[in-house]
């Protein structure tokens, strides 16, 4: 099965979370929810 990479828009997001809280980097769960809305994935991705 190939992976696929996430989409640069996706990506963006996901590293402006990441570098935007670096000192506690895990998201609760409605973070989760509203990470995936926006990056257009799934939670479990």
Do not use: D
């Not at 996430?6 to 996901?14: T, Y």
């Not at 590293?15 to 670096?22: A, I, W």
């Amino acid at each position: 099965r190939k992976r696929r990479n996430f989409s640069k828009q996706a990506s963006e997001i996901l590293n402006e979370y990441f570098y935007s809280h670096l000192s506690n980097p895990y998201p609760s769960e409605e973070a989760k929810e509203e990470l995936a809305r926006k990056c257009g994935i799934t939670v479990s991705q």
